[in-house]
């Protein structure tokens, strides 16, 4: 059974039905599908989580985290003016299954939260060691890489001051270290 059916009863599949604009609507089947199954994600080893999702926009296959769950809910809500009374109901659904699923594991969703940390932080302590290496790669892979960043500093705030301080010290030594313009790389 899944998280949402186990949360709120039986309740029809995640559909086209919608009454939002199309991006919207691809964000919120995606958010819905994740949603349910969170448990699943929590109680498993899998940090990376792939899923399959039809939308209004085609197949989507988002790899699912907390992390990536969390900014679908911050996107939807700060398009929320823009969402339909019936997606709205959705929204709120999905977001009562993401406090209930913190409650209900929070050991779990520590654990997830800081394995999902580390990577993200993994990923852009490479990138910077990379780009002070060769600083014109750097200028062009940077928009992307900085994604992993500000997932880290998401993470952050997910987890709270008092549960990632050991964490945001070694997000602050690769800031401090690593991330500065590839000029001031020589006068170190």
């Known amino acids: 059974m899944s ?3 186990k949360l709120f009863g039986k309740t ?3 559909s086209f039905l919608t009454d939002s604009p199309p991006e919207l609507a691809a964000k919120l089947l ?3 599908i994740m949603a349910d199954q969170l448990e699943d994600y929590l109680l498993s080893d899998r940090l990376f989580w792939q899923i399959s999702v039809e939308t209004p926009l085609g197949t989507r296959q988002p790899k699912m985290t907390l992390g990536s769950l969390y900014e679908r809910i911050q996107f939807l809500e700060a398009h929320r003016n823009e ?3 019936n997606d709205l109901s959705r929204l709120i659904r999905i977001k009562r299954a993401w406090e209930e699923a913190q409650r209900q594991f929070p050991e779990q969703w520590e654990a997830k939260l800081r394995r999902e940390f580390k990577s993200y ?3 852009w302590r490479y990138f910077l060691e990379q780009r002070a290496a060769n600083p014109e790669q ?5 928009r992307f890489e900085v994604r992993n960043r500000e997932r880290a500093r998401l993470i952050l705030q997910l987890l709270g001051p008092e549960k990632a301080g050991e964490l945001m010290k070694l997000y602050d030594e690769i800031e401090t270290k690593l991330d500065h313009p590839p000029e001031d ?3 170190s």
């Open 121 to 123: 932080l993994h990923n």
């Open 3 to 5: 998280w949402l059916n």
């Open 138 to 142: 750097w200028a062009q892979e940077y």
């Open 185 to 187: 790389t020589t006068t």
């Open 12 to 14: 029809q599949q995640p």
């Open 30 to 32: 995606e958010a819905e």
């Open 83 to 85: 969402l339909g009374s």
